[in-house]
T-cell receptor
Framework: EAGVTQSPTHLIKTRGQQATLRCSPI?????VYWYQQALGLGLQFLLWYDEGEERNRGNFPPRFSGRQFPNYSSELNVNALELEDSALYLC?????????????FGPGTRLLVL | GDSVTQMEGPVTLSEEAFLTINCTYT??????LFWYVQYPGEGLQLLLKATKADDKGSNKGFEATYRKETTSFHLEKGSVQVSDSAVYFCALSDRDAGKSTFGDGTTLTVKP
C-alpha cells in the first residue's frame, strides 16, 4: 500500500512569491493535516482538512491556506513568502472519525525562501 | 492548551546500551500518545502508540507505557543499534481538534 506522497520534494522561491505544495493521502484516508517543521521551532500544526472542509487551523497568518479535493488530495498555498517560511512542510493523513487520531506522514516538501 | 515536554538532547550512546527518552504531557481529556522517529532527510514514521492509560505500545524493540498518574510516556529500548540513530518525537493527539502536538524532538546518536 502506497504511503502519503508529497510534491515537490524541494522548492526554492524568492520573498514575496507564492508557493504551492501538494499531498496525496493514503488510499482510504479522508483527513489530511499540514505541519511546518522550521529549524529550531519544532513541528507546528498548520491545517486540518476532512471530507473537503477545513476543520481546524493552527496559529498561522491567513497567507497560509489550502484546500482538499474530491479525491482527498490536498494543496497548501503560501502567499507573499517571507524568509522565515523556509521549513520542511509535512503532510499527514488519517482515516475519518472516530478513529482518525493516528496520523501517517509523508516525506515532506523542503521550502527555501531566498 | 496541550503540551508535550521531551527530555533534551542530544543523546549519545554506545551500541547495545539501554535507552530512555523521557516524555511528559499536559492535556485535557484522554489523548492518545505516540512516538515518531525521523531519520535524516525524511518525514516522520510512526514508531508506536498507546490509546489509553496503562496501555503499552511496542515496536522494533522500543516500548512506552501510557502512565496517566504521572502524565508520562517514556520511550525505552534495551539494546540500541547504530541504525537507531535518528530524531525521536513524542506526541499527543487531540481527536476533536484534529491535530497532534509534538515535543521538540530528541536526537539520538548510537556509536559502534
Amino acid at each position: 500500500e502506497a504511503g502519503v506522497t508529497q510534491s515537490p520534494t524541494h522548492l526554492i522561491k524568492t520573498r514575496g512569491q507564492q508557493a504551492t505544495l501538494r499531498c496525496s493521502p493514503i488510499s482510504g484516508h479522508t483527513s489530511v493535516y499540514w505541519y511546518q517543521q522550521a529549524l529550531g521551532l519544532g513541528l507546528q500544526f498548520l491545517l486540518w482538512y476532512d471530507e473537503g472542509e477545513e476543520r481546524n487551523r493552527g496559529n498561522f497568518p491567513p497567507r497560509f491556506s489550502g484546500r482538499q479535493f474530491p479525491n482527498y488530495s490536498s494543496e497548501l498555498n503560501v502567499n507573499a513568502l517571507e524568509l522565515e517560511d523556509s521549513a520542511l512542510y509535512l503532510c499527514a493523513s488519517s482515516t475519518g472519525q472516530p478513529t482518525q487520531e493516528t496520523q501517517y506522514f509523508g516525506p515532506g516538501t523542503r521550502l527555501l525562501v531566498l | 492548551g496541550d503540551s508535550v515536554t521531551q527530555m533534551e538532547g542530544p543523546v549519545t550512546l554506545s551500541e547495545e546500551a539501554f535507552l530512555t527518552i523521557n516524555c511528559t504531557y499536559t492535556a485535557t481529556g484522554y489523548p492518545s500518545l505516540f512516538w515518531y522517529v525521523q531519520y535524516p532527510g525524511e518525514g516522520l514514521q510512526l514508531l508506536l502508540k498507546a490509546t489509553k492509560a496503562d496501555d503499552k505500545g511496542s515496536n522494533k524493540g522500543f516500548e512506552a507505557t501510557y502512565r496517566k498518574e504521572t502524565t508520562s510516556f517514556h520511550l525505552e529500548k534495551g539494546s540500541v543499534q547504530v541504525s537507531d540513530s535518528a530524531v525521536y518525537f513524542c506526541a499527543l493527539s487531540d481527536r476533536d481538534a484534529g491535530k497532534s502536538t509534538f515535543g521538540d524532538g530528541t536526537t539520538l546518536t548510537v556509536k559502534p
